[in-house]
């Protein structure tokens, strides 16, 4: 059973930092797609970046290029968000989720982000609260 659990959120004042970690277990895809989602309340829930194991290159939505730096550990099978310069419009429960790919000709991570491809797991969201 693929299980993955978020940790690392809490309360960070703007313009402050924190950096979210995803721990995985029991995949046996070779390749899949794996990203982070936020849901703020009374909002739609939106990927904020993805990568695929076979492009290993991440999506970023534009809110938050340039602040947010996706990275995996394949070794430890985890994944952190490193996100700077956080404001309020950061705030919300983030959670990360797995999508196991076979034979898949859509290798970028925007695919997964942008909700073309439902995610098959997710785990557990983190809060960050972002004061001002």
């Known amino acids: 059973e693929v299980q993955l659990q978020a940790s690392g959120g809490g309360l960070v004042q703007a313009g402050g930092s924190l950096r979210l970690s995803c721990l995985i277990s029991?995949?046996?895809?070779?390749?899949?797609?794996i990203g982070w989602f936020r849901q703020a309340p009374g909002k739609e829930r939106e990927g904020v970046s993805c990568?695929?194991?076979?492009?290993?290159?991440?999506y970023y939505i534009e809110s938050v290029k340039g602040r947010f730096t996706f990275s995996r550990d394949s070794a430890e099978n985890t994944i952190d968000l490193q996100m700077d310069s956080l404001s309020a419009e950061d705030t919300a429960v983030y959670y990360c989720?797995?999508?196991?790919?076979?034979?898949?000709?859509?290798?970028?991570?925007?695919?997964?982000?942008?909700?073309?491809?439902?995610?098959?797991?997710w785990g557990k969201g983190t809060l960050v609260t972002v004061s001002s």
């Open positions: 029991g995949l046996t895809s070779d390749d899949y797609a």
């Open positions: 989720a797995v999508r196991e790919l076979v034979k898949t000709t859509y290798y970028s991570g925007y695919y997964y982000c942008a909700g073309y491809f439902d995610m098959n797991y």
């Open positions: 990568i695929t194991t076979i492009s290993n290159t991440p």
